[in-house]
């Protein structure tokens, strides 16, 4: 069984589109980005994002553009907004495969290697089928990759870098200046990478060219976004959601080590065998240009990352290509045998949490008035046990090796699924507070995200009142309105109608009394 480019693309977008069907549209990061992209279609401002009539200032709008023309073409669907973000992560796949065949012409089975170490990868797996901007990111990353390697080879022609400008310009439009961690260290240290051969000041005119290109193409939308959206969102966008995260962020605070930390869940299970760390070896990296190129690209931006204080781990999603690309070099694994077994340990780890879970002992649900049921923990342990026979009897190293983490997240999401939508979907709640958008829906958690503004299609704002007073005097405005809350103490005039589940707390309706009455 040898695989390709093309199966591992398309071996990644069923596993994508199994796992978008297994949970829901999940609170508050997926939540909150379909609802941007919903105010805007209502006719909201299409150059300044808003979120819940506010100015949404923390992200560029091109995944908000991009779902809004989804539902333009298809009707408006919540499948088809969570379609749109994998849908890069799948084509992240097949560029990866690309960038192998232009890094090592001569070995095609080396980059259908790479895209299914790619395409198995538990991180980019689960990152890559959220509704979220790191896929997009990850497209402009391999994208102004290919076109370094393309200045590369042909470092006298203006094109390459002019593409380049156009990759840094999808990145910023996809996540902000954020592209320029992931793109800079491979683009100013190509001397080292690339070797004698690279007139490095021909090279670095046309670095110059690409930034102003970059440039030039982001002003399209920047300068007039800054003119319309006022003071506050030039504040936000030119300081505080950008040079204000690096030097000290506001939310998502690690350690330095956090990263370092993460290596092991990024290299599980290729780099967890001997061809896999032979492969990552100094000496086999620093030998060639590709392989300088590559630790460059991955090393310097896992550095860089770990200096700013703001981290998650799909900060890094760009770069797992990168990993994939390094860890193909350990060509063909041998067949599994029995003493193998602790590769798949994570697997084991897995299949005794979903027990722990079911059986009610794991302390983080106990308090939670709900199990996963026994159906659900039996099937996600049968996919995970399948996986593991698969590992011991496929006779291809390469594909037994992907068995295990395709299996981990598939019998994951089959164990977790009724969780998920018993806890995180919004969709009962959505329905209870919708007839209620004309005359006015407010909530009391000061952490609202618009969460329920697009599952009910929202097209007025939800009120904050975070105070009893400001509470008391939004009921008194507002007599045949709704108001959340996640205490479940009535305020003042008001008694309960109804109970929700979300996540680990409990959302109660409460209406006025004369409405109740």
Known sequence: MRPSIWSATLLFALTVL??????????????RYVAAAWEMYQGGSAL?????????????????WLIDLVWLMGGVSTLGARLVAPAFAVAAVA???????????????????????????????????????????TVATLWAMLAMLWAWRRPDRWTPFLALGAAIALGVYAKGPVILIHVLPVALTAPLWAGRELPAWRWYRGVGLSILTALALVALWLVPALILGGE???????????AGRGVSSFAHQRPFWFFLAMLPLFLWPFGWTLPGLRALRPSALA????????????????????????????????????LALLLSGAGS?????????????????????????????????????FRIPL??????????????????????????????????????????????????????????????????????????????????????????VTDPQAAADWIAGHPDGILLSLDPVPPPGTRPVARFPYRSDTYTLFRPDKAVR
């Open 18 to 31: 199994t796992l978008i069907l297994l949970r829901p549209l999940t609170p508050i990061d997926e939540t």
């Open 48 to 64: 300044v994002p808003h979120l819940n009539g506010a100015l949404y200032a923390q992200k560029p709008p091109l995944l908000f």
């Open 95 to 137: 560029l990866t495969g690309l960038l192998a065949r232009r890094l090592w012409p001569g070995d095609p089975a080396r980059a259908a290697r790479a895209a299914l170490i790619l395409a198995v990868s538990p991180v980019f797996l689960l990152f890559g089928s959220t509704t979220m901007f790191d896929s997009i990111l």
């Open 232 to 242: 506050e969102y030039r504040t936000e966008v030119l300081w505080r959601q950008s």
């Open 287 to 322: 030998g060639s240009a590709p392989g300088r190129f590559l630790s460059i690209w991955f090393i310097g931006t896992l550095l860089a990352f770990s200096l700013i204080s703001g981290k998650q781990t799909h900060y890094l999603l760009p770069e797992l290509p990168a």
């Open 333 to 369: 694994f041998a067949p599994r045998r029995p003493r193998d077994l602790w590769q798949a340990l994570p697997v084991f780890a897995l299949m005794l949490l979903i027990v722990v879970a079911a059986s009610g002992q794991l302390p983080a649900l106990r308090a939670l008035p």
């Open 375 to 464: 159906w659900a923990a039996g099937l996600g342990l049968v996919v995970a046990a399948i996986g593991i026979a698969g590992f011991l009897r496929l006779r291809a190293g390469l594909v037994a090796l992907a068995a295990l983490p395709l299996s981990a997240m598939l019998g994951l999401h089959f164990a977790a699924q009724p969780l998920l939508f018993a806890r995180y979907d919004v969709n009962a709640i959505a329905r209870a507070i919708q007839p209620y958008d004309a005359t006015g829906i407010a909530i009391t958690d000061g952490r609202y995200h618009a969460q329920f503004n697009f599952a009910a299609r929202l097209r007025q704002p939800v009120a904050q």
